[in-house]
Structure formats: structure tokens, C-alpha cells
Nanobody, 123 residues
Framework: QVQLVESGGGSVQAGGSLRLSCAASGLRPKHIAWFRQSPGQLREGVAFIRADGDDTHYSDSVKGRFVISQDSAENTVYLQMNSLKPEDTAMYYC??????????????????WGQGTQVTVSS
């Protein structure tokens, strides 16, 4: 079992920055991904990192603005979000342990989820 707790969300003006944290406890996750979901929208994969090699992936919508990183000693994954836009407004979730063969962007492929943290970007 893996327990995930997100933090760091909040309200910010367009162009600003936020850093989200995903603290894992229990078993050490093999992969961590950040997803986001706006009302009426599907959950969208934003960024992904492997625990054993720092292999990272990003969605096109955030590439160049968001950076995913990890602190293995703290068992925590971060999402640094820069140059935020109003369309980044969503509930952000971290997810752990993608099943083999499932694309990292597929929200159905993860076994563990946090409760989410809200990010609101105003224009």
C-alpha cells in the first residue's frame, strides 16, 4: 500500500508560480505522476517521473513551464509550476505505481491516488 498526500495548492495570478508536493508513505512508489482535473473534464496527465532513474515526461500543455522532481530521502515528489495560466486552474492529484504497459497519461493505470490540491490561476 502507498499513501499519497498532496500540498502546495492555492490561488495565484497569471504568470505566477506554485510548487506542489506529493508525500508518499508506506511502500516506496516506482512511479509518480501528476494529473489535473477541471469540472466537466477528464483527468489529464501533466507530468511523470520514475523513482529509479529520474526519467520524466510532460504533457504538451505544460512542457517548458512545469518541472517534476523528487527527493528520494523524503519520499516526496514535487511539481514546480511556472508561468501559470488561467487554463492551469484545476484540482491536481498525484498518482503512484503505473501498471506495466499502460501509457503514463492514462489515469486508469494507477493504483494509488492522493486526495488532491486545488490550483486557481486568475487573469
Amino acid at each position: 500500500q502507498v499513501q499519497l498526500v498532496e500540498s502546495g495548492g492555492g490561488s495565484v495570478q497569471a504568470g505566477g508560480s506554485l510548487r506542489l508536493s506529493c508525500a508518499a508513505s508506506g511502500l516506496r512508489p516506482k512511479h509518480i505522476a501528476w494529473f489535473r482535473q477541471s469540472p466537466g473534464q477528464l483527468r489529464e496527465g501533466v507530468a511523470f517521473i520514475r523513482a529509479d532513474g529520474d526519467d520524466t515526461h510532460y504533457s504538451d500543455s505544460v512542457k517548458g513551464r512545469f518541472v517534476i522532481s523528487q527527493d528520494s530521502a523524503e519520499n516526496t515528489v514535487y511539481l514546480q509550476m511556472n508561468s501559470l495560466k488561467p487554463e492551469d486552474t484545476a484540482m491536481y492529484y498525484c498518482a503512484a505505481d503505473k501498471r506495466i504497459g499502460i501509457p503514463w497519461t492514462n489515469f486508469a493505470g494507477y493504483d494509488y491516488w492522493g486526495q488532491g490540491t486545488q490550483v486557481t490561476v486568475s487573469s
